[in-house]
């Protein structure tokens, strides 16, 4: 059974850095793609961005030229490094396991437990 941990989350104020990490058990990670999803309280969860195996990437626009999607498949992990935060960024962000590069929720079978982030103004 595979399993995804993820780690990284945290408080900082508006404008700074944070990198997530996604560790996954099992054998067969380097063939699948990973995807990053986040939810803020009271919304549904939204796509962040995804990484193929052989690192092509997706982002979504609200995030696009701030947050940079990368993974290493000797450590079994994919990162998510976040730059210039704005406090709408604040949500629990969540990494998961996929057949594609791709923004739908549902091409992803594979899900963390989730890390907290939030961003003060």
């Known amino acids: 059974q595979v399993l995804l941990v993820e780690s990284g989350g945290g408080s900082v104020q508006a404008g700074g850095s944070l990198r997530l990490s996604c560790a996954a058990s099992g054998r067969t990670f380097a063939t699948y793609a990973m995807g990053w999803f986040r939810q803020a309280p009271g919304k549904e969860r939204e796509f962040v961005a995804a990484i193929g195996w052989s690192g092509s990437t997706l982002y979504a626009d609200s995030v696009k030229g701030r947050f940079t999607i990368s993974r290493d498949n000797a450590k079994n992990t994919v990162y998510l490094q976040m730059n210039s935060l704005k406090p709408e960024d604040t949500a629990v962000y969540y990494c998961?396991?996929?057949?594609?590069?791709?923004?739908?929720?549902?091409?992803?079978?594979?899900w963390g437990q989730g890390t907290q982030v939030t961003v003060s103004s």
């Open positions: 998961a396991r996929g057949g594609a590069v791709v923004a739908r929720s549902a091409a992803y079978d594979v």
